[in-house]
């Protein structure tokens, strides 16, 4: 009987004392995982653009279509509230995200129209690619320009 009251009283206090619980929220590294992805897909065309790598249409043509699905994934959970950088460690979500979501929001749309043409062309030949693969990357520029803060 005893026990109960000391263990709520813990709980309590260490609720207390964190001051950043949303630290360990799970959509912080799930959105920051999905970027990942986007950038290891990208950078299989980006090589290819850049001659670092022979292209490759098939290869190019699997890339493209998995950048169109993952810009599908459903934005909304990856970002809660509270989980800025201005909130939380580890996240360099500016909180501009949420200040301004409209733009935010309008700059995924750019991104998911840039994938979904970029799907249509990356396999039709290197210069197809490269331009699609051109208009893309200045999709992700834009948004972190505006919306991330930089590396530390
Ligand atoms: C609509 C906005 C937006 C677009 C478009 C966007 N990004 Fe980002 N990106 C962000 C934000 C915000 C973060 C920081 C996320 C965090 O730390 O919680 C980020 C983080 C990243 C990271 C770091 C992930 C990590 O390991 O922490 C990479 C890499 C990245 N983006 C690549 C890309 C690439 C490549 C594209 C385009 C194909 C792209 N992003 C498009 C907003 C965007």
């Known amino acids: 009987?005893?026990?109960r009251p000391i263990l709520a009283a813990c709980?309590?206090?260490?609720?207390?004392?964190?001051?950043?619980?949303?630290?360990?929220?799970?959509?912080i590294a799930a959105r920051q995982g999905q970027f990942k992805l986007l950038a290891l897909n990208f950078g299989v065309m980006g090589g290819m653009a850049q001659g670092r790598m022979e292209y490759d249409a098939e290869a190019a043509?699997?890339?493209?279509d998995n950048l169109y699905h993952l810009t599908r994934v459903?934005?909304?959970v990856l970002w809660p509230e509270g989980t800025d950088s201005d909130s939380v460690d580890g996240t360099r979500a500016n909180i501009s995200i949420w200040e301004d979501l409209d733009d935010f929001v309008e700059k995924?749309?750019?991104l998911q129209m840039a994938a979904e043409s970029l799907q249509d062309v990356a396999g039709d030949?290197?210069?197809?690619?490269?331009?699609?693969?051109?208009?893309?990357g200045q999709t992700c520029q834009a948004c972190h320009e505006a919306h991330r803060d930089e590396a530390s």
Do not use: K, N
């Not at 030949?125 to 893309?136: C, K, P, Q, S, T």
């Open 61 to 64: 043509q699997t890339a493209a």
């Open 125 to 136: 030949g290197l210069d197809e690619m490269r331009a699609g693969v051109g208009a893309l």
């Open 108 to 110: 995924f749309g750019a």
């Open 74 to 76: 459903d934005q909304m």
């Open 1 to 3: 009987m005893t026990f």
């Open 11 to 27: 709980a309590l206090s260490i609720g207390l004392t964190l001051p950043a619980i949303a630290d360990d929220d799970p959509a």
